[in-house]
């Protein structure tokens, strides 16, 4: 009689960090579960950081268990591209001082505007205190930010003085 020891394949699993989807030029790990160690197709190293190119892309990963078994799965990671946010302003630079400004956000969803000190609300009017740059962060509905930012120079008034001279009689 002979005794034969039939094991059973690995559950293998697949895993990202961060979880799909990402944005472009995100960092992303894969890693594979369930067994003792774990190969990638595509140029992948288990619980190595990459970053992979913008679309979907299906990885596959197998496993191999202490006995010697092995068995592979697969997962997909999209990758979104980054909105291109333009930034502009009205009216256009240069300002003088009084004027009023409008910032505008397009290319993404939502927009966030700063000059490093203040925050500023899109397509509201504002009267700025000086030259500044504006960067916005625009949100598309993905999730993925990308920025743009406009300069706008803001001139102080002139300095009239008016007088006069006797008439003479």
């Known amino acids: 009689a002979i005794s034969v020891t039939v094991n059973a394949l690995p559950l293998v699993t697949a895993s990202s960090n961060p979880l799909s989807p990402l944005c472009e030029g995100d960092d992303l790990t894969l890693n594979g579960g369930g ?25 596959t990963v197998t496993g191999i268990d202490a006995n010697s078994c092995e068995n592979t799965t697969t997962i997909s990671i999209t990758v979104n591209p ?26 993404a969803t939502t927009y966030t505007w700063t000059d490093g000190t203040s925050t500023y609300t899109d397509g ?11 960067t916005v962060t625009g949100t598309d509905a993905n999730g993925c930010e990308n920025t743009d930012n406009v300069t706008v120079t803001v001139n102080s008034l002139p300095t009239v003085t008016a007088n006069s ?5």
């Open 82 to 107: 980054l909105p291109t946010v333009t930034a502009s302003s009205t009216p256009i630079s240069p300002l003088c001082e009084g004027d009023d400004l409008t910032l505008n956000g397009s290319g």
């Open 35 to 59: 067994a003792t160690t774990y190969t990638w197709d595509n140029g992948v190293v288990d619980n190595t950081l990459f970053t992979q190119a913008n679309g979907t892309i299906s990885y």
């Open 165 to 169: 001279t006797p008439v003479s009689p």
């Open 124 to 134: 509201l009017t504002f009267i700025p205190t000086g030259t500044a740059i504006y």
